[in-house]
């Protein structure tokens, strides 16, 4: 044979050789030959180069030699070898993995990945709650309607009262920040509230935003978020209602996490602090303040979808009562019922306990005593920061123990009909308690009874049903909307919003298992 080397006869040698004009479909290209031969394959392209490379059942090592590094790490990256080195051969180093691809063994040496090898992985799963009436994950598969954990969060630095908007001096520093983007809607800058904050600031705004439609979507917090990457703002301040305010909360998790609002709508997904949020409510409302929620109209989905995670919940609240002066009687009415939404819900919710109990109660008395006041005279300032500390409350019950189908039913004609999401909540919500009052009965009593209405001598059936006309009452006092008709819902559009209504997350905690469409669309035919 050509390759014995002469010179040397009864032993196993074999002179270095190199093959020319090799195919790689040829057995000497694909068989590992362990001694001196090589074969030479030519290629016209890197692709091509890659493409030799990689046809092969093998991938132990590789090599490429070229005088342009950058153009040779990317092909070192495309070849499916454990080892490639570049302009060398065959070194090795006790700190570098080692090992192959494919057919070339299995696992490394050296380096970490070579220790790696000697130790084991484990998921150790602890439910907190060890028994079964408690945990939550067991309780949902089951029949069981009512969890018996109580655990209660509300991270929000709250601060209220007159004036207490020049404490945000101070909140931005303990932040550690320095450079804050005000976000807020055309509404409120034309009412001078972004000024004021503006001034606060003094030399710590590095910009504001004003492009917040009611009801955000997800290119306006990605517009949001790309002003606050362009000004490398470290901190955002909302200043306005919900809307306003759930754009901050997406724009934080954004700009804390990169990419597009889209990419960030999950549940419970965030690993760190998210980047910080100081929040200024304008309305009589949302709560969202202190919620760990934020509601976002999705364009590409069609319908509304959320973040929810305690991470989102805002550092800061101000509660300055100067801030919801300026909101006129018909958005003081309809964004005040929204609070008194959450409350009822909370309070009668499959996941209530008594810490929300409390707040929910609380909130629907500050609503029923403050709300006709502020109505009548917006510029009452005692009634109007009761207001903010009823929706406050409301929000933190509702964060715990959740809402029910009339907030399903409000996010649906919402997305569908451009409802506002409080005057919707508002006539959905008699109507829904209505259909509770056997699921709900003993909670509903203590809202009657949180609402003014006096129950001695009533059952706690009819004390349930006297707090749904309680709540219609003080609709009518302060001029809310009651029926569906009156705020552009159409007719023959009541069925379609049953069925959207019924997959709406919040259905899942409302007291009376929502499963019928049938009775959802007989609620949407009462409310119209
Ligand atoms: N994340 C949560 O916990 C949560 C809870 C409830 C609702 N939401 C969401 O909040 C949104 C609704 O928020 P909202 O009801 O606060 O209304 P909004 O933020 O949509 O504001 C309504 C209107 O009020 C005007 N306005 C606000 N404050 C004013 C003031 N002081 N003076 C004059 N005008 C003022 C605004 O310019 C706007 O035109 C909905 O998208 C809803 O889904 C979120």
Not at 145 to 156: E, G, H, I, R, V
Not at 327 to 350: F, G, I, K
Not at 472 to 486: C, F, I, W, Y
């Amino acid at each position: 044979m050509s390759g014995l080397v002469t010179g040397i006869q009864g032993g196993f040698y074999y002179a270095p050789t190199i093959f020319a004009r090799v195919k790689n479909s040829m057995r000497i290209a694909q068989e590992e030959i362990f001694g001196p031969v090589v074969c030479v394959l030519k290629f016209d392209s890197d692709e091509e180069a890659v493409e030799l490379a990689n046809d092969s059942i093998y991938g132990l090592g590789g090599g490429i030699f070229s005088s342009n590094t950058a153009r040779a790490e990317r092909l070192a990256r495309q070849i499916r070898t454990g080892t490639v080195w570049i302009n060398n051969y065959h070194a090795f180093g006790d700190f570098c993995p080692f090992g192959g691809y494919k057919q070339s063994g299995t696992g490394r040496e050296l380096g970490q990945s070579g220790l790696a090898e000697y130790t084991q992985i484990k998921r150790i799963h602890v439910n907190s709650f060890p028994a079964v009436e408690s945990n939550f994950t067991m309780a949902i598969l089951s029949d069981q309607t009512k969890f018996a954990f109580t655990q209660y969060q509300c991270p929000t630095n709250v601060i209220s009262g007159h004036g207490c908007l020049a404490s945000i001096y101070k909140e931005i520093i303990n932040l550690g920040c320095r450079r804050a983007l005000i976000l807020t809607d055309p509404g409120v800058r034309k009412a001078g509230l972004t000024q004021l904050v503006q001034d606060a600031l003094v030399d710590f705004c590095v910009g504001v935003f004003d492009g917040i439609a009611q009801d955000t979507d997800l290119e306006i917090v990605d517009a949001a978020a790309d002003l606050a990457r362009s000004l490398q703002a470290d901190c955002i301040v909302s200043v306005g209602g919900g809307s306003v305010i759930d754009t901050g909360k997406a724009v934080c998790v954004t700009l804390k996490n990169g990419g597009r609002a889209n990419d960030h709508i999950a549940l419970f997904r965030l690993q760190e602090p998210q980047t910080p949020h100081i929040v200024i409510p304008s309305t009589a409302g949302t709560g969202s303040e202190v919620t760990n929620v934020a509601v976002i109209k999705s364009k590409m989905a069609g319908r509304k979808v959320y973040i929810v995670d305690t991470r989102i919940v805002p550092n800061t609240a101000i509660l300055d009562p100067r801030f919801t002066l300026t909101l006129p009687p018909v958005l003081t009415a309809t964004t005040a019922m929204d609070a008194l939404t959450h409350a009822v819900e909370a309070l009668t919710s499959t996941l209530a306990q008594p810490i929300c109990d409390g707040q929910a109660l609380q909130a629907i008395r500050l609503i029923r005593e403050n709300l006709a006041r502020a109505v009548a005279d917006g510029r009452n300032e005692k009634a109007r920061g009761n207001l903010q500390i009823a929706a406050t409350m409301a929000g933190w019950a509702f964060t715990i123990a959740q809402v029910g189908l009339a907030h399903a039913m409000a996010h649906t004609v919402g997305i569908l009909h451009r409802v506002p999401h409080g005057a919707a909540c508002g006539i959905v919500l008699p109507k829904v308690m209505r259909f509770n009052v056997d699921f709900a009965a003993d909670k509903l009593a203590l809202a009657a009874q949180a609402l003014g209405v006096n129950t001695a001598g009533l059952d706690e059936r009819s004390a349930a049903l006297a707090a749904a006309e309680a709540v219609e009452a003080l609709m009518k006092e302060v001029g809310h909307p009651l029926k569906l008709r009156e705020v552009g819902v159409p007719e023959d559009s009541l069925l379609m919003c049953a069925f959207h209504a019924i997959a709406d997350i919040p259905s899942l905690f409302n007291a009376r298992p929502v499963n019928d469409p049938q009775e959802v669309f007989e609620l949407f035919q009462q409310a119209y």
